[in-house]
């Protein structure tokens, strides 16, 4: 019994210092990237890799310098959030819609729907940006957030998989009691299952809000016209890293990144519990 307890103890020391050097060596970029923030250096630092001195002024020229026509960070997080909120606000209505209709009702061609959906979801999102782009542009929704928001949002039903695993946890019971009582599928759902979904919706809502608020390669093709007024923040971003700005540059690049990671680690905060009750409820039911 003794030698099996040592066994198990080293077995569990082993994994976890397997774990804390992962945990180490991913963390490495994220510290740089905030210790190169408050860098007095404005470009890349490469004599050392903690900065000699430290200052806050890469975030002020980031937020307050209104003359820099390069760094405009205000207005590309303004547009990215405007993007971000209405995608999420689309797809979170048309993820819980589809996936309530895939978990409780039945009609012809239901399962063929869900393979379907399963399928498509197998293949990367890009792979249909230039026939996208082309749709949009004979439209007239190239460069225009508006666009940006139907891309977002157009497909997001086809992630109904987890939502609706979450609601075939539900008791069906709950559902023809209200029917009985003469409520109409509608009611039901909004009445009935939404209240239950607290969740799922609070993970859809995540899920949906991330999508727009991280992404580059739909927005770098559809935002193309070359005005800075009209990027977010990943356009913008990224064009710090340009061969002639960088060096000027690369410190407020640094500083960007921090500024718009934070309402994302606040919003998870938040939200962690819901979150992981939303995950883990999801996959009960396939």
């Not at 992630?159 to 109409?184: H, M």
């Not at 309402?263 to 039911?285: A, D, N």
């Amino acid at each position: 019994m003794k030698k099996r307890n040592v066994t198990k103890a080293l077995s569990l020391t082993t994994r976890h210092l397997f774990l804390a050097v992962l945990s180490f060596i991913w963390l490495i970029p994220i510290f740089w990237l905030v210790a190169n923030s408050f860098s007095v250096y404005p470009g890349i630092n490469i004599r050392a890799f903690i900065p000699e001195a430290w200052t806050l002024e890469n975030y002020r020229l980031l937020l307050f310098n209104s003359a820099d026509t390069v760094a405009r960070f205000p207005m590309w997080f303004k547009n990215t959030l405007v993007i971000a909120v209405f995608s999420c606000a689309i797809s979170s209505v048309f993820v819980l819609m589809v996936s309530y209709a895939m978990s409780r009702m039945r009609f012809r061609g239901r399962k063929l729907l869900m393979n379907i959906g399963v399928l498509l979801g197998l293949f990367p999102g890009f792979l249909s940006m230039i026939a996208v782009y082309f749709i949009l542009k004979s439209l007239g929704l190239t460069n225009n957030h508006w666009g940006l928001v139907m891309v977002y949002s157009g497909s997001s039903g086809l992630g109904y998989l987890i939502a609706k695993g979450f609601f075939d946890t539900i008791s069906e019971t709950l559902s023809e009691s209200a029917r009985i009582e003469g409520a109409t599928e509608s009611q039901v759902f909004l009445k009935i299952i939404i209240p239950l979904s607290r969740p799922i919706i609070v993970y859809t809502v995540i899920a949906s809000f991330l999508a727009p608020w991280m992404d580059f390669v739909f927005a770098r093709i559809i935002l193309n016209s070359g005005m800075a007024a009209d990027w977010t923040v990943s356009i913008g971003l990224y064009n710090m890293l340009e061969r002639e700005l960088i060096n000027t540059y690369f410190a407020r690049f640094c500083a960007g990144g921090v500024l718009i990671s934070i309402p994302i680690s606040v919003l998870f905060v938040i939200m962690q519990k819901f979150y992981v009750e939303g995950i883990t409820g999801g996959s009960v039911k396939g």
